[in-house]
């Protein structure tokens, strides 16, 4: 049973910075990607960032590349949102997510259909 829990959201003005953490219980054979996602009220949920255990490399939207680092520590099971110069605009549920694995490695992506398992979310509230 692989699980997900976020933590480290809250309340931060304009300016500030937050780390999101995603802890990860259960196992997952092979290569799997980890995804952070984020949804306003009455918005799409938005695909941010996202990495795999294969290559590695964080891949980031457009819209917060250049604020958000994404990271993993692989001996943890935790993956990582570093976000940086928060704006107003960054108010959102952030969700962390992981697919099923794979025995060969893929480029992660920020589309939602391919993840399989997800965390609760948790809130991130920025003030201007």
């Known amino acids: 049973q692989v699980q997900l829990v976020e933590s480290g959201g809250g309340l931060a003005q304009s300016g500030e910075s937050l780390r999101l953490s995603c802890a990860r219980s259960g196992f997952i054979s092979g290569y799997y990607s980890i995804a952070w996602f984020r949804q306003a009220p009455g918005k799409e949920r938005e695909g941010v960032s996202c990495?795999?255990?294969?290559?590695?490399?964080?891949y980031y939207a457009d819209s917060v590349k250049g604020r958000f680092t994404m990271s993993r520590d692989k001996d943890t099971h935790t993956a990582y949102l570093q976000i940086n110069s928060l704006k107003p605009d960054d108010t959102a549920v952030y969700y962390c997510?992981?697919?099923?694995?794979?025995?060969?490695?893929?480029?992660?992506?920020?589309?939602?259909?391919?993840?399989?398992?997800w965390g609760q979310g948790i809130q991130v509230t920025v003030s201007s």
């Open positions: 997510a992981t697919d099923k694995g794979f025995d060969t490695d893929f480029p992660c992506t920020i589309k939602s259909r391919f993840y399989d398992v």
């Open positions: 990495i795999s255990n294969g290559d590695g490399r964080p």
